[in-house]
């Protein structure tokens, strides 16, 4: 009997530490698994922050973009009303330009030059004046500056 008391012994013996060793195995992997957990949650809290901080500065780029179109926007405006008012100016000037240039044309076809030939006599008997039509001066050419 005591060799079965023996044998029951270390059969029990092996049995605890075979519980003993599956209780540290398990508490080792919930200290793993607790361990990964606590990791996971720091870095869902993490990538919650980023995401914040992301949204937050898509927000403010998104503000100055809708700021820049407006702006931009409004230049392209104020350059197309440049423009036309350029242009509208220049059809100005050049029809402007080219009324005078009639009319310097036609001052031209119209002057008359009075020539006075005659000696100097004051008596006023005949001094014999005669029209006649002068040709236009020519205009000058603008110089360069260098000669």
Same mark, same amino acid.
């Given at each position: 009997m005591v060799r079965a008391m023996k044998v029951y012994t270390v059969v029990l013996a092996l049995i605890a530490s075979a519980c003993l060793v599956f %209780?540290?195995?398990?508490?080792s992997r919930a200290d793993l698994a607790s361990r990964q957990k606590r990791a996971w949650e720091a870095e869902v809290t993490q990538w919650r922050a980023t995401t914040r901080d992301v949204l937050r500065q898509n927000r403010a780029v998104v503000r100055e973009n809708r700021r820049l179109v407006r702006r931009y926007?409004?230049?392209v405006v104020e %350059?197309?009303?440049m423009a036309a008012a350029k242009k509208a100016s220049d059809a100005a000037m050049q029809q402007r330009a080219l009324q005078l240039a009639r009319a310097a044309r036609a001052s031209t076809r119209t002057r008359t030059v009075v020539v006075s030939s005659g000696g100097g006599s004051s008596s006023g008997g005949g001094g014999g004046s005669v029209a006649a039509a002068a040709p236009a001066a020519a205009p000058s050419a603008p110089t360069s500056g260098t000669s």
């Open positions: %209780a540290f195995e398990a508490n926007n409004k230049v %350059a197309r009303k």
